[in-house]
């Protein structure tokens, strides 16, 4: 998902709403005094990550149109842990953990739309889970430069950038697409989702995706 990338974050601290308060949000530094955890401690710091976390949570209820707690999940507490790994990062069990090389705003957006958003109680492709979490990302105004463009791409569900460009292009043709898409998602996947929303079917969409950028 992250390529080559420089170690900085970018901190958003505005449109802080009662939804994200609700929450207590933690921060821990487990990469010690490893180049990685020296830099977190000096260069970003747990308070900021705290405020990316809150500012995150409330970008996500907005734009999944979670307006009260009934419509989203229950959340009591997002744990950030900052280590030594292999990878970028994942989410589980709403603890987020993040390589200590890899602590960026567009990751933990990433990442904190994982502890959020409905996975159709497991049945829905892991692809379209990603390409929502990166659709955030995007949303958000977070989307590196190395991304695939609009367009590009084998298949809808291929995940990531490449779904998350496809669910925008969508999101075009029906405002508030994907947010009526993650709460159909709560209870479980049915590719009929598509029809039901848009009046065609996946393969159709993407088709017609791909026709419109093919120049």
Same mark, same amino acid.
């Given at each position: 998902? &992250?390529? $080559?990338?420089?170690?900085?974050?970018? !901190? @958003?601290?505005?449109?802080? /709403?009662? *939804?994200? +308060?609700?929450?207590?949000?933690?921060?821990?530094?487990?990469?010690?005094?490893?180049?990685?955890?020296?830099?977190?401690?000096?260069?970003?710091?747990?308070?900021?990550?705290?405020?990316?976390?809150?500012?995150?949570?409330?970008?996500?209820?907005?734009?999944?149109?979670?307006?009260?707690?009934?419509?989203?999940?229950?959340?009591?507490?997002?744990?950030?842990?900052?280590?030594?790994?292999?990878?970028?990062?994942?989410?589980?069990?709403? &603890?987020? $953990?993040?390589?200590?090389?890899?602590? !960026? @705003?567009?990751?933990?957006? /990433?990442? *904190?739309? +994982?502890?959020?958003?409905?996975?159709?109680?497991?049945?829905?492709?892991?692809?379209?889970?990603?390409?929502?979490?990166?659709?955030?990302?995007?949303?958000?105004?977070?989307?590196?430069?190395?991304?695939?463009?609009?367009?590009?791409?084998?298949?809808?569900?291929?995940?990531?950038?490449?779904?998350?460009?496809?669910?925008?292009?969508?999101?075009?043709?029906?405002?508030?697409?994907?947010?009526?898409?993650?709460?159909?998602?709560?209870?479980?996947?049915?590719?009929?989702?598509?029809?039901?929303?848009?009046?065609?079917?996946?393969?159709?969409?993407?088709?017609?995706?791909?026709?419109?950028?093919?120049?």
């Amino acid at each position: 998902m &992250v390529h $080559h990338m420089y170690f900085l974050l970018l !901190i @958003t601290l505005a449109g802080l /709403h009662g *939804t994200a +308060h609700a929450v207590d949000y933690d921060v821990t530094n487990n990469a010690g005094t490893s180049a990685g955890g020296v830099r977190f401690d000096n260069d970003i710091g747990a308070e900021y990550s705290r405020q990316t976390l809150i500012s995150a949570t409330d970008f996500i209820r907005r734009l999944f149109q979670q307006n009260t707690a009934a419509d989203g999940k229950s959340v009591q507490k997002i744990s950030l842990v900052i280590e030594n790994m292999s990878g970028v990062a994942y989410a589980s069990n709403d &603890v987020i $953990h993040v390589s200590a090389d890899y602590i !960026i @705003t567009g990751v933990l957006y /990433h990442e *904190t739309t +994982h502890v959020w958003q409905w996975n159709g109680n497991g049945q829905a492709p892991v692809g379209l889970i990603e390409g929502i979490a990166d659709y955030v990302r995007l949303k958000a105004g977070y989307d590196p430069s190395h991304w695939v463009q609009a367009g590009q791409g084998d298949r809808w569900d291929q995940g990531y950038d490449v779904t998350a460009r496809f669910l925008d292009y969508l999101n075009g043709l029906r405002d508030g697409f994907v947010a009526e898409l993650n709460s159909k998602l709560r209870d479980g996947y049915s590719a009929t989702y598509f029809v039901d929303l848009l009046g065609k079917n996946v393969d159709q969409l993407w088709t017609e995706y791909k026709a419109k950028y093919a120049n």
